[in-house]
């Protein structure tokens, strides 16, 4: 028996209506005018399926009348595809908006104490007038302003309205209304200065999408404009701290403009400590851009490096300098273990100015491309606040002098500066060579002393190589006097493939001429550190390469040389330099340089030209990359591939400096294309001192990161595969030499591109 299914109204009331259909079409009937074409849809994604996004500000507005900021901007994916869905999130962007002013703007009055008790209030400045960033939308604290409140449209915007719209196409716009809100500040909106916004996507959607972008404008022609307050380079920061996306806060970006946005020049917060009895100790924190970099930089100074110059008198006192003492100071905040709780890794001499800010010899003319000129405020001591934050109240710090209308904040530049005549020095006694009429810094005047060499001869005979060495400081000439040791170094390389050193590194020996320069005679027959001696490689044509090691005593303060007293001591202060590898011929014309894979530029970017200290004093200041590889390369040392990735623990190896440097950012040091395979030395490299092993030259580029135990990057199933490429790790020289490796073959300069995720 067939079984039969029921079937329902609605089939049934489809059926009637396309056989009535069928019946007019048939009957040439018509069922009416075709509609228009509706418009095409949005060819888009949803925020909460896209896993990064940018925003492109197309304008920025501020209504006076009605106290309201619109702006409109487009939002899309990587690709450019419009994203949809942001007007549904909860909370997907905050706001900053501001202006250039003035910091007499931004003064609040208060009140000190003076010697003889009397409560003073300070209603001024005096140390200078600059132009600063606003906050429309400042945080305070009682008397402190603690930064800017970030506009949010789920929070800020008034009840029954909808400040965030979709447009369409990707397109959005918000409307701010009664957003400026200065507190206790009572500078407003100012139609005459560059405005600006600094809009934050953040944590947007399923997969916390974040973007940070600044825009600014002015207000008579609403037309867009560049940043009008740029200090540093952007690069600045993340020569350093390379790789990171976000070097504070997480979700901020890197630009300057991020930072200035919300630590305004005039932010301040208050803090407490405990000092050795157990008594409470406030302080009040500088909140600025400039004041947490300070001090950030200074409390993680290395621990060698804080055994130099005046590091503990004048910045680690903490009676003194109590926002360094209590809050700043890495090494004072440790474990139960007696470990710093936060790594000591700034690289650099904290008196280095220039470590980040712009050369004190640039001008509005030559100043970097984006950068303006308020970059060249932080030479002309017109802000004492910057001194503070890395001195503290030192010396005067909080100085007042009374003005015609009350007394005025002045501190420590009052007497600290370069100019009306002023001899003590501010910014400029940081320096050496400056031309000042002020204090210089000694230990700095060092890198003044020019290296030259003359009078080459080759003593076949004897198997010697001698020459004079000049050391000159202007027009005056550096002699034993001044200079308690000399020490030269002498390799050679090879004109044809000069991407190595050939010879072990030989011994000199120094001693003074009567026309106060130095005669240096090296014993070219030494071959104790495997490489073979120098004098089979100058019989075989090689040009000779030269680096000189010295320190020379200086008067304390000035670039001044001092000679030494009947004992060889220095009354002064003894200023360190290693003069860069001159690459000779015989004859004494230019000889062909030693090449490299990568660019002491970049190192000096970041640990300027000090690179190494030790608790003794400056490892090989002022060198250059071939003079570290006399040692680190022909020397018993391990070879600089080794010991600069870090392999045993060592510089980039070392935990904390990982957290600022990422390894498989190649580029960081290597410019373009030259960490490829292909700039490998032709010669055996040394991996480890201790026990004379050896690796081959493309098998200890990579296994010097991928083997090491500091590194989670393969281990020995990384050694595996070298040495199953024909390479060596940790051999013997002979091995080393002779090996067959074809590591290139497989990892080419894309392949390690896109390993490494460079593109």
Known sequence: MMKRYPISAAIKSAIGVGALSFALLGCGGSDGKDGEDGKPGDIAVHINDVT????????????????????EFSFTNLNGVAVTGLEELTDPLRISFGRMGTRAEAFLPYDITDSEGSNTTVDSRADGEREIWLSYRNKQNDTLVTGTDNWRPNRNCPEGLQCLEYLGAGN???????????????YGYDAAQV???????????????????????????????????????????????????????????????????????????????????????????DGSIKGLVHAIHTGATETDRRALGKFETVIGNAAKNPVFGYKYDR???????????????????????????????????????????????????????????????????NRTTPVENGIAYVGCVDCHTSNDGNTRGGAFRHFAGHDKDSRESAIEAGKLIETSYRNIAW???????????????????????HVPRLTVYANAIDTANPDAFLASRANSTVTSNTDGSFNVVIDATAASYTLPA???????????????????CFKNKESTLVELDFEGNCSGVLSANAAKTEFLKLDGSAGVERTSAVNYENCVSCHNNDMVVRSSGFHYRNADIHT???????????????????TFGKAHGREDVQSLVNTKTCTACHDDTNYSLENARSTPMRWNRKDETFSSPQAGVCASCHVSEYYDLGGDSAKNHILSSGGIVAGTYEEAILAQESCSTCHSTESIKEAHKLN
Not at 367 to 386: C, I, N, Y
């Open 459 to 481: 003593n076949a005979g004897d198997s010697e190589l001698s020459f004079t060495v000049d050391l000159m400081l202007a027009e005056q000439a550096v002699t034993s006097a």
């Open 534 to 552: 120098l004098q089979e490689a100058i019989e075989n044509g090689a040009d000779l390469a030269l680096s000189a090691s010295f320190s020379a």
């Open 331 to 397: 090494a004072a905040q440790i474990d139960e273990d007696g470990n710093p709780l936060k790594p000591l890794n700034y690289p650099a001499t904290t008196a280095n100015c220039e470590s980040c800010h712009v050369q004190y010899t640039e001008t509005e003319e030559t100043l970097p491309t984006g950068v303006t000129v308020h970059a060249l405020d932080w030479f002309k001591d017109m802000d004492a606040d910057s001194c503070q934050t890395c001195h503290g109240d030192y010396h005067y710090a």
């Open 628 to 646: 570290c590889a006399q040692c680190h390369e022909a020397g018993d040392y391990n070879s600089l591939i080794v010991r600069v990735h870090g």
């Open 52 to 71: 990064a996004v940018k925003t492109q500000v197309e304008l920025a507005s501020y209504d006076e009348a009605n106290s309201t900021l619109t702006i």
């Open 195 to 285: 405005q600006g916004i600094y809009l934050m996507t953040y944590a947007a959607g399923a997969n916390k999408v974040k973007h940070v972008e600044a825009y600014y404008w002015e207000p008579a022609t609403e037309q867009s404009v560049s940043s009008p307050k740029r200090v540093l380079e952007t690069q600045t920061c993340t020569n350093c701290h390379v790789g990171q996306d976000h070097i504070r806060h997480n979700n901020y970006g890197n630009t300057a403009d991020a930072c200035l946005f919300c630590h305004t020049d005039y932010t301040q917060y208050a803090g407490t400590g405990t000092d050795a009895e157990d008594n409470e100790v406030k302080f009040t924190v």
């Open 172 to 186: 959005y716009r918000v409307t701010a209304q009664d957003i400026i809100d200065t507190k206790s500040l009572e």
